[in-house]
């Protein structure tokens, strides 16, 4: 398993571009859901490039961009400045270690980066604890297809980014927030048609990486690829994405 930061450090300036991370339906998703007030208090983990936290900032009082990775952070205060927004504050760290008070955030979000997350409970508590009663998380990340009994998806992944731990189904996402004590939990589930190309992204297809990837695919049988929503064919992958909102009551 690769270190994240690594793998992040180097491709910090091709993620700023990202269109897809940039305007991706699930972010509109996740700020509408989190039905944000003006005088909230934010803080968005594993920030990134910025994309989530400079959403949140136009609508609330102040965020935290807090990431594990200095060269990301460095590319969310360019974007940052670039969109005028100026109540951001960034801060380098591991989410499931976070250098803050008790109940101090009306909001905690992580949007496309709890895959890399080393220990989701581990997260989750800490989201819990520096949450203030009320208060509401918001999570936008990929998730393995229900159907995907063998962990194909995840193995595949892993072989494009081994900085990636693991991506959960949206049933054991569920389980794990409900069991550090969030309620009313509400989910959202989106399906991305991507060619091969556009899902290795930014990893180049005759890269070892990409080689290797290409081969676990050919090793896979039919009825493995159906069950991770694997076109061989047509070379598209349905990727899914969850939007989970819920709250510290």
Known sequence: MGDYREFFGKNAEKYASSESHRNGKDLEILINL?????????????????????????????????????????????????????????????????????????????????????????????AFRVMKKGGKLGIADLVEPETDEGGNYNRMEILRDQSHVRAEKISEWKVLVQKAGFKNIVTEELVEPAHFLKWLYPIEENSKSGMEVKQFLERLSNVELKSMDFDKEKMILDKHRMVLIAVKS
Request: hydrophobic share 40%; proline share 1%; aromatic share 8%.
């Open 34 to 126: 989190l039905d944000l007030k003006a005088s909230y208090r934010c803080i968005d983990l594993a920030a990134g490039t910025g994309f989530t936290s400079i959403a949140l900032a136009k609508k609330v009082q102040s965020v935290v961009a807090y990431d594990g990775t200095e060269q990301m952070l460095e590319q969310a205060k360019k974007l940052s400045e670039q969109e005028g927004v100026h109540n951001i504050t960034f801060r380098v760290g591991m989410v499931e270690d976070l250098p803050f008070m008790d109940s101090e955030f009306d909001v905690v979000t992580t949007r496309r980066a709890a895959h890399h997350f080393q220990d989701k409970e581990l997260f989750l508590r800490e």
